[in-house]
């Protein structure tokens, strides 16, 4: 004799649920006059990162730990990417802009924080460098004592300006090389 338990086989693979419908997207927004107002220069062109905003320029960054060897790495990654983008400064302007580096590291370094970045852009034959310390602790506006390395920087060749502030991010520390 059977037993009704035996005699039923499972039904397989069980019923699932029917999967949700999606959702209704936004509309896309209209950018018609965009590009026009960009190329004719209305309007600059803005990265998705709030308060980057670069035109007519190449740039490259770098993440680097802050630490106190972080500035031979900047260095040599600075000037591999100077020449990268073609650029063959003679072996003083080489020497002024890992000088630079050095110190717009080393300034970087001494904020409280884990990393620093790097940034560098160029045009117009000029190198930009910055870095910035991604120190949230420290308040913002000018401070005095950044005045010392401001002074070292420009007693390099080449240097035609440099600044610090302090904001939200972080110190930056830039200088402007003429290569």
Same mark, same amino acid.
Request: glycine residues 12%; proline residues 10%.
């Given at each position: 004799m059977t037993t009704p338990a035996t005699d039923h086989t499972p039904d397989y693979p069980p019923r699932t649920p029917p999967p949700p419908k999606r959702p209704v997207s936004p509309p896309r927004p209209d950018t018609a006059g965009l590009h026009e107002d960009v190329a004719e220069g209305r309007m600059p062109a803005r990265s998705g990162r709030r308060g980057v905003g670069m035109v007519n320029r190449r740039g490259a960054n770098w993440v680097l730990e802050s630490a106190p060897w972080s500035a031979g790495k900047a260095r040599t990654a600075v000037v591999g990417q100077l020449r990268k983008?073609?650029? /063959?400064? @003679? %072996?003083? &302007? !080489? @020497?002024?802009? *890992? %000088?630079? !580096?050095?110190?717009?590291?080393? *300034? %970087?370094? #001494? $904020?409280?924080? #884990?990393?620093? &970045?790097?940034?560098l852009s160029d045009q117009d034959g000029?190198?930009?460098?910055?870095?910035?310390?991604? =120190?949230? =602790?420290?308040? =913002?506006?000018? *401070? $005095?004592? +950044?005045? $010392?390395?401001?002074? /070292?920087?420009? %007693?390099?060749? =080449? !240097?035609?300006?440099?600044?610090? $502030?302090?904001?939200?991010? +972080? /110190? /930056?520390?830039? @200088?402007? !090389?003429?290569?």
């Amino acid at each position: 004799m059977t037993t009704p338990a035996t005699d039923h086989t499972p039904d397989y693979p069980p019923r699932t649920p029917p999967p949700p419908k999606r959702p209704v997207s936004p509309p896309r927004p209209d950018t018609a006059g965009l590009h026009e107002d960009v190329a004719e220069g209305r309007m600059p062109a803005r990265s998705g990162r709030r308060g980057v905003g670069m035109v007519n320029r190449r740039g490259a960054n770098w993440v680097l730990e802050s630490a106190p060897w972080s500035a031979g790495k900047a260095r040599t990654a600075v000037v591999g990417q100077l020449r990268k983008w073609g650029y /063959r400064p @003679a %072996a003083g &302007t !080489v @020497a002024a802009v *890992e %000088a630079v !580096v050095t110190l717009l590291v080393d *300034e %970087a370094t #001494t $904020d409280p924080g #884990t990393r620093i &970045t790097v940034h560098l852009s160029d045009q117009d034959g000029q190198a930009c460098i910055l870095t910035l310390s991604h =120190s949230i =602790s420290l308040t =913002s506006g000018h *401070e $005095d004592g +950044g005045d $010392d390395v401001l002074h /070292r920087i420009t %007693a390099q060749p =080449s !240097v035609s300006g440099c600044g610090t $502030d302090t904001g939200p991010d +972080g /110190r /930056r520390t830039w @200088a402007v !090389v003429g290569l």
